[in-house]
């Protein structure tokens, strides 16, 4: 362990007292700058100053102080290289056989509201990545530490076997890598949004693991739950579970399409969904309303689903969920009597999040063999469409709100998509098939006599009048869809023909 040099500069400083305490005890000599340096001689370890080393004072309010052939020529020669070796001896420079590091903090200045554009430019490291790529580069000879959590095994094996196995080292240099790449790709993001470039030409995006589950889609499928450093507030990878089972890959996807649905509404409103589509919604004067009202919609598919409030879960309807198998309630918040009656259910997932940011528009990315699809969420409401109505009656008041209704639902429908709605509460719902007119006899099915006088959203066009006509002669009053087939005049005669009020909004909502 003799002749051992360690560099430490880090902006998270746990742990790295005692750190520093154990190397020092191990005969590693430490080299360290700034607050890092104060930290570790107030616990009673010496340290020399870069400056020391590189000959130069730090400069710039600190910009330049590492970045020195000292500090880098240490780093990255090769140790089995004689004429590196030789370089080193000729202009004096020592070896560094350690790099613990980790970087300014960008991702916290940024996301405080009052942090300035300047502020977080000074928050941008660069001697920092700059020693860590070098320490990562040359691992075979270097052991380059940025996270805290692998202080314990970097002490481990100095203490054991006084060197880090080259198992360890590489290990240690992927993480580096990562660690740079996603700080790089933090403030790519951050700067191409004041820019302006909304499809830039290379797509940089980072994510941090969340957890691990316990399987994916099925159980001989691996996977993880990574969230977005600056994702949105109200996702369900800024959750908190209150209780119940980890969440698996699945209930992630369906408590992720729970909370686009209620998303769309500002009175209090429920949605229930199962494979990530809605089997019931419903709005009310109270949440014990609208979850009344999504459980009617549909009181058999919701057995096993998820459920999605936008308002606080009171006592009343926490008695109601609990007569029921739920695998996951998500709300803002729960009063103290509803988390202890649902309590009494242990497996039952209980999730918080906030609604500060629900109408929010961020970019969603899909994955396919080899690529990725990036496009804008569906954020569109009732009030940005211009809509048109071709048909001889018009819709009433009521049967206008019934069709905002329906219409804010069938956008969160897998297509083929047809919602069929009153004015507060899903009856029936037809999702993925592939025709429209399967897609409404399914929905009108499950609707039975509810339908007479509800009405009907489309998330797309009817290319012939097929689905009008079963529609209307099951009893649909209203329908909305957005129009713009080449025979649109055949759905609307027969429209015309039943007496059905047509609305098109010249807006398409595809899910799939």
Wanted: charged share 25%.
């Amino acid at each position: 362990m003799m002749n051992k040099r360690a560099l430490i500069s880090v902006s998270d400083k746990t742990g790295i007292e005692e750190l520093a305490k154990r190397l020092s005890e191990a005969g590693v000599e430490i080299i360290s700058t700034g607050g890092t340096k104060r930290a570790i001689e107030a616990a009673g370890v010496s340290a020399i100053g870069v400056e020391e080393v590189t000959g130069f004072p730090e400069m710039m309010d600190g910009r330049v102080k590492t970045l020195h052939p000292r500090i880098h020529g240490g780093l990255l020669a090769l140790r089995d290289n004689d004429a590196h070796m030789s370089a080193l001896d000729d202009h004096n420079i020592d070896t560094i056989d350690m790099v613990i590091v980790n970087l300014y903090p960008f991702q916290a200045t940024i996301e405080n509201p009052e942090a300035t554009f300047e502020d977080a430019i000074e928050n941008i490291d660069i001697g920092g990545p700059s020693m860590i790529r070098s320490a990562a580069k040359n691992h075979r000879d270097v052991a380059v530490v940025v996270d805290p959590a692998d202080y314990t095994r970097l002490l481990d094996e100095l203490g054991s076997e006084g060197e880090i196995s080259p198992e360890f080292k590489q290990k240690l240099a992927a993480k580096a890598f990562r660690h740079t790449a996603s700080y790089d790709a933090l403030i790519a993001e951050y700067l191409t949004e004041h820019a302006g470039e909304e499809y830039p030409e290379t797509l940089t995006v980072t994510y941090n693991k969340k957890q691990s589950l316990r399987y994916g889609e099925n159980p001989h499928q691996q996977a993880a739950f990574y969230e977005r450093p600056l994702g949105k507030q109200t996702s369900i990878a800024r959750a908190e579970q209150l209780q119940g089972k980890e969440l698996s890959y699945n209930n992630i996807n369906d408590a992720d399409a729970a909370i686009g649905v209620v998303k769309e509404f500002t009175k209090p409103a429920v949605a229930a969904i199962k494979h990530m589509n809605p089997c019931g919604v419903g709005i009310g004067e109270t949440i014990e309303e609208a979850f009344q009202k999504a459980y009617e919609a549909d009181s058999i598919s919701i057995f096993g689903g998820i459920i999605a409030c936008n308002g606080e879960v009171d006592k009343q309807t926490a008695l109601k969920m609990k007569e029921i198998f739920l695998e996951i309630v998500i709300a803002p918040s729960f009063t103290e009597e509803a988390a202890a009656v649902l309590s009494e259910k242990p497996n039952l997932r209980l999730l918080t999040i906030s609604f500060k940011d629900a109408q929010s528009m961020e970019q969603r990315i899909s994955t396919v063999s080899g690529g990725a699809l990036v496009q804008d969420t569906d954020t569109l409401s009732f009030e940005d469409v211009e809509t048109t109505i071709p048909t001889k009656r018009k819709p009433t008041d009521e049967e206008l709100r019934q069709l905002e209704m329906a219409w804010k639902v069938v956008k969160h429908v897998k297509s083929n998509a047809i919602v069929l709605a009153t004015e507060d509460s899903t009856i029936g719902v037809g999702a993925g098939q592939m025709n429209r007119v399967g897609a409404a006899k399914i929905a009108l099915e499950q609707a039975g006599e509810k339908v007479k006088g509800a009405v009907l959203a489309s998330d797309a066009f009817f290319p012939m009048g097929d689905t009008v006509e079963a529609a209307a002669q099951a009893g649909i009053r209203a329908i909305i869809q957005p129009g713009g087939s080449k025979r649109d005049q055949e759905s609307i005669d027969k429209a015309d023909e039943y007496g059905v009020a047509m609305i098109f909004t010249g807006v398409r909502h595809f899910k799939h």
